[in-house]
């Protein structure tokens, strides 16, 4: 089955700078990835998503890459805000009903 | 729009009790229907999936068991429950097709003492 790794499990940044987490994955047909970010004690929320057919994809402050060939993704907050702070989990499925999640990245943004 | 409800939103149970989660899902037919379970600061495991009525998958062995009597209604439960039960239990939908958006519920914090 399909084996998701997320990294850094923890990261800190100033507020305004950049923050990037990555994730690789083990199932080379996968082709859907998902981004969640969990505020604490809340339902994750889906904030980005990419299919394999792309390499890139952006919206406003979030960004995520795909490079198929190494079979890692990941996802790029700019200038980033104290509201940013939760943690984030990366997911990947490849034609199934089973999303595989990373185990989460605890972001903290200090002002 | 699609709306997903679930309820309770916190629960304390003590150990060998019963248990009985419940989650509806308005504005779409036909959904697939999961639930997930999280222990503190760890992430999301996946317990059990549906893809119609009466259709469940189980992927991980445990104390827990699902039942979707109705198409837009999945149900968790438990007859006796572990301390090792504990967690934020989500239930989540997505589309029939594969490689859908998943949308989860508000969640259940579950504690058993």
């Known amino acids: 089955g399909e084996n998701v790794e997320q990294h850094p499990s923890t990261l800190s940044v100033q507020e305004g700078d950049s923050a990037v987490i990555k994730c690789t994955y083990s199932d080379s047909a996968s082709n859907y990835f998902p981004w969640y970010k969990q505020e604490l004690g809340k339902r994750p929320q889906l904030i980005i998503d990419i299919r394999s057919n792309v390499g890139e994809k952006k919206d406003q402050r979030i960004a995520v890459t795909l490079n198929k060939t190494a079979k890692h993704f990941s996802l790029h907050i700019t200038e980033t805000q104290p509201e940013d702070s939760a943690v984030y989990f990366c997911?990947?499925?490849?034609?199934?009903?089973?999303?595989?999640f990373g185990k989460g990245t605890k972001l903290s943004v200090i002002p | 729009s699609q709306t997903i409800h679930q309820w309770p939103a916190t629960l304390v149970q003590p150990v060998g009790s019963p248990l009985s989660l419940e989650c509806t899902v308005e504005g779409t037919s036909n959904p697939n229907l999961y639930w997930y379970r999280q222990a503190a600061g760890r992430g999301l495991q996946l317990l059990f999936y549906?893809?119609?009525?009466?259709?469940i998958s189980s992927e991980v062995p445990q104390n827990l068991s699902a039942s979707r009597p109705q198409d837009r209604q999945f149900i968790l439960s438990s007859k006796k429950l572990l301390l090792s039960d504990s967690g934020f239990y989500l239930c989540a939908w997505s589309g029939v097709q594969v490689n859908e958006k998943l949308f989860f519920g508000s969640g259940t914090q579950l504690s058993v003492l």
């Open positions: 997911a990947a499925t490849g034609g199934s009903y089973q999303l595989t």
């Open positions: 549906s893809v119609g009525i009466g259709q």
